[in-house]
């Protein structure tokens, strides 16, 4: 069954800076400073690969990044640059083997956050479009 938005199951997160925060609606309103920097992180989430990224790295602890590469059907270095995003965020970290660079989650906030967007994309968007839909403009000429 799953469990509703906003809520951690059976009291997980014990210490986790995600959990232990003030509910955001007793904060104080962001000022833009805040607001800024909340707009960085949210810059940095909105792709799609980073999500799957992401994703992947919640479901399985480690990963190289050859194995990513495959679970996602990327070239190593379209891998690797989303990666680097990710770490300069402060989310993932990396560890090298040999040749092999293996990536991990360091922030607990991400899977809250990817539990909350899905949610949210699952109760409240449209399902998505599969198939674009030619342009109302005609272009040929008049």
């Known amino acids: 069954m799953k469990k509703p938005c906003g809520q951690v199951a059976g009291g997980q997160g014990?210490?986790?800076?995600?959990?232990?925060?003030?509910?955001?609606?007793?904060?104080?309103?962001?000022?833009?400073r805040e607001s800024r920097r909340l707009a960085a992180?949210?810059?940095?989430?909105?792709?799609?690969?980073?999500?799957?990224?992401?994703?992947?790295?919640?479901r399985e602890p480690e990963l190289a990044v050859g194995a990513l590469c495959q679970l996602l059907?990327?070239?190593p270095?379209?891998?690797s640059n989303q990666?680097?995003?990710?770490?300069?965020?402060?989310?993932?970290a990396s560890r090298?083997?040999?040749?092999?660079?293996?990536?991990?989650?360091?922030?607990?906030?991400?899977?809250?956050?990817?539990?909350q967007g899905l949610c949210l994309?699952?109760?409240?968007?449209p399902p998505p479009r599969h198939a674009r839909r030619a342009s109302p403009i005609s272009r040929s000429a008049p």
């Open 83 to 92: 990666l680097r995003r990710l770490a300069l965020l402060g989310v993932v």
């Open 41 to 58: 992180v949210f810059r940095v989430l909105a792709n799609d690969t980073r999500l799957r990224l992401l994703h992947a790295l919640v």
């Open 14 to 32: 014990a210490g986790d800076p995600c959990v232990a925060r003030d509910d955001v609606s007793r904060r104080p309103l962001l000022d833009r």
């Open 73 to 75: 059907g990327m070239k």
């Open 121 to 125: 994309s699952e109760t409240t968007l």
């Open 96 to 115: 090298r083997e040999g040749t092999t660079i293996h990536y991990r989650l360091i922030d607990r906030c991400v899977r809250g956050l990817l539990d």
């Open 77 to 79: 270095q379209a891998i």
